[in-house]
């Protein structure tokens, strides 16, 4: 995959003002939807507008937050509540943090342990039944304290009157250690993103008992975060960063070469696993690793003629309406305030209108949601 497989024609000089700088550090983390800022540097749309982003890969959610917040990294790939978390302080000093845009959609699953499934679990209403009779606590796994997997797991839960407090134990392990724990037993489940519920099944460690969709279809997942700080002293740099990251997200959903693409992302300095177990469910093609096949009709995307990137306000609400809900937000904090300082919506419409990409007229949407 090279710039030989872009196929909607680009400026070859950027429309914007010369960046304050021009080489960005990015943080990231191994999962498949890294795949904008991996696309942005393969396909060279940093260097059209006038940048140079160097990625480097995370070992965990907490090391990216330390990174962005101590100005090892300009920007980073992240959770959409971890700017949130960031600008409150919930989890450690508060460095108020920007979201430039949306990254994804969809994309993430609960696995549950094949040890389970040897007890005759198979989906969500067997999982309660089983509990019922089981004389411990089964322990699952999210990726980061008030996280977006934090929120999948518990709203999956109580989609099957499973409490999230009462039933199970929940901690905090890096998506790439889920596998590991579940075959080591430290975990019976764990809710993170791709493809690391592909690798639990080749590995015979588990099996998909839910797609993220099956929660909110069409959710917002991944966002680009700056430091606010940042953002105020590079604005020019934060207009490229995000012409370079959405001219990305345009082309991966445009790309008809999904098996090239999980190729790149399989290589060691990207997600370092087998391109199998990136490409299906990349493509939308998922097995439960229990003989169900089907295709996914809400897939992993990217961009959906711009449906997937604009940074809601309403979005942002929905989130912290569920930390209220669990107890995460100080009741002192103004939510709707909150979402109108972190989610930069008129810089990203400034660049997506330059693009010739439709913005939405407003930052509170009304479709969507929640099952």
């Given at each position: ?7 909607v024609?680009r ?10 700088a021009t080489?960005l550090?990015?943080g990231?983390?191994?999962l498949t939807?890294c795949a904008?800022l991996?696309a942005?540097?393969?396909l060279g749309l940093d260097r ?10 995370q070992p965990s959610?907490?090391?990216?937050a330390?990174g ?6 300009d ?6 509540t ?9 989890s450690g ?7 430039l845009?949306g990254l ?5 699953g ?9 007890a005759?679990v198979?989906d969500?209403a067997s999982l309660a039944a ?7 606590r ?5 990726t980061?304290?008030g996280?977006?997997?934090a ?5 999956w ?18 998506p790439?250690?889920m596998v590991?724990?579940l075959k080591?037993?430290?975990i019976?489940g764990?809710c993170a993103?791709?493809p690391w519920?592909a690798?639990a099944?080749?590995?015979?460690a588990g ?6 969709p099956?929660v ?14 940042w953002?105020?002293?590079h604005p ?7 012409a370079?990251?959405l001219a990305a997200?345009?082309?991966l959903?445009?790309?008809?070469y999904?098996?090239?693409l999980?190729?790149l ?8 696993l087998p391109a199998?177990?990136i490409?299906?469910r990349?493509a ?11 295709r996914?009709?809400h897939p ?5 003629g711009?449906a997937v990137?604009?940074p809601y306000w309403?979005?942002?609400?929905w ?10 937000l100080p ?9 109108r ?10 660049v997506?209108?330059v693009?010739?990409?439709?913005a939405p ?9 929640p099952r």
């Amino acid at each position: 995959m090279t710039a030989d497989f872009l196929l909607v024609p680009r400026p070859a000089v950027s429309p914007f003002a010369p960046p304050e700088a021009t080489r960005l550090t990015v943080g990231f983390l191994p999962l498949t939807d890294c795949a904008p800022l991996v696309a942005a540097v393969v396909l060279g749309l940093d260097r059209r507008f006038g940048l140079t982003l160097e990625l480097k890969r995370q070992p965990s959610w907490s090391a990216l937050a330390e990174g962005l917040a101590s100005g090892a990294l300009d920007a980073a790939q992240a959770l959409y509540t971890l700017p949130f978390d960031m600008t409150l302080g919930l989890s450690g000093p508060a460095v108020p943090t920007s979201i430039l845009m949306g990254l994804n959609r969809n994309g993430q699953g609960v696995t549950l342990s094949s040890r389970l499934a040897e007890a005759g679990v198979s989906d969500g209403a067997s999982l309660a039944a089983h509990l019922r009779r089981a004389r411990t606590r089964p322990r699952f796994a999210d990726t980061y304290p008030g996280g977006t997997h934090a929120l999948w797991l518990r709203r999956w839960l109580l989609q099957h009157d499973i409490s999230p407090t009462r039933d199970v134990e929940i901690l905090t392990l890096p998506p790439p250690a889920m596998v590991d724990a579940l075959k080591a037993g430290a975990i019976d489940g764990f809710c993170a993103g791709e493809p690391w519920h592909a690798v639990a099944i080749a590995q015979g460690a588990g099996f998909t008992a839910a797609t993220s969709p099956a929660v909110w279809p069409d959710h917002p997942e991944k966002v680009l975060a700056v430091r606010e700080d940042w953002l105020d002293a590079h604005p020019n740099a934060a207009r490229a960063l995000i012409a370079t990251v959405l001219a990305a997200c345009r082309e991966l959903d445009a790309l008809p070469y999904k098996t090239r693409l999980a190729e790149l992302l399989a290589s060691p300095d990207y997600l370092d696993l087998p391109a199998a177990a990136i490409a299906a469910r990349l493509a939308g093609d998922y097995d439960d690793g229990r003989g169900r096949r089907w295709r996914e009709p809400h897939p992993l995307l990217f961009h959906d003629g711009g449906a997937v990137n604009p940074p809601y306000w309403s979005d942002a609400r929905w989130f912290l309406d569920e930390w209220r809900r669990w107890g995460w937000l100080p009741e002192s904090v103004d939510a709707d305030a909150l979402a109108r300082r972190v989610g930069r919506f008129a810089l990203y419409a400034e660049v997506a209108d330059v693009l010739g990409i439709l913005a939405p007229a407003s930052p509170w949407r009304l479709a969507g949601g929640p099952r």
